[in-house]
């Protein structure tokens, strides 16, 4: 059962073209294995025999009757995402390791771009005009009360909450914090997602090297 669901998967990666991404992954799998740090796949890879065989996930999905296809199917055509989970006090090791391995001219963190929601733009808006901090607090809670959007705060929301929507500071967060919603507010760094290519990394994208404060 279990070599017939694996022909089966393997045909479908090798039409894909997914190869490279599932030899990669147990590569660095195994570095952790063999330095005793804990580490273990999750999500949707549960679903392939491949990736059980290969020592990247622990469960066995001919036994459970998993569907391959919710992984990687033929007709989304979508490449699969293996997340694997490497304990917290050592995920540096496994960090370092893929940078001696492909270079750092070949891998690198992602980045995560943070941006406003309706909640934080409220409150940092007021803050700049000097709403009082009840006032900014009443209408971020919106967000979770009536389900505020990125819409931002409607006048009739505002009324309810008895504001003076003639006061142009109020009037203006209002505005403004609309406005703002999905704006980019810093830029981070992702914790453990990495890009890998063949070719230098510069080729396809921007690149970034964090400035790290010291402490005093």
């Not at 066995?60 to 006090?89: A, C, G, K, M, Y």
């Amino acid at each position: 059962m279990v070599a017939a669901t694996c022909r089966h998967e393997l045909h479908l990666i090798e039409e894909l073209g997914y190869a490279p991404y599932f030899l990669t992954v147990p590569a660095i799998v195994s570095f952790a294995k063999s330095r005793g740090i804990l580490c273990q796949g999750r999500g949707s890879a549960a679903n392939s025999a491949v990736c059980y065989v290969l020592g990247i996930t622990s469960i066995n999905p001919t036994e459970h009757d998993l569907l391959f296809e919710r992984f990687v199917s033929q007709e989304r055509r979508e490449p699969p995402d293996i997340d694997v989970d490497f304990e917290h006090e050592r995920r540096e090791e496994v960090i370092q390791w893929i940078y001696d391995t492909y270079g750092r001219h070949r891998a690198a963190l992602t980045g995560v771009v943070i941006t406003y929601r309706a909640r934080g733009a409220v409150r940092e808006v007021g803050k700049v005009l000097g709403v009082p901090e009840d006032v900014t607090a009443g209408l971020s809670g919106l967000v979770w009360g009536w389900g505020w959007g990125n819409d931002g705060v409607t006048e009739k929301e505002a009324q309810e909450l008895n504001l003076n929507l003639n006061d142009p500071r109020l009037r203006m967060t209002l505005e403004l914090a609309s406005e703002l919603i999905g704006a980019p507010r810093h830029l981070s760094q992702h914790p453990g997602g990495f890009v890998l290519t063949q070719e230098r990394l510069v080729i396809w994208c921007r690149l970034s090297r964090p400035r790290w404060k010291t402490a005093r």
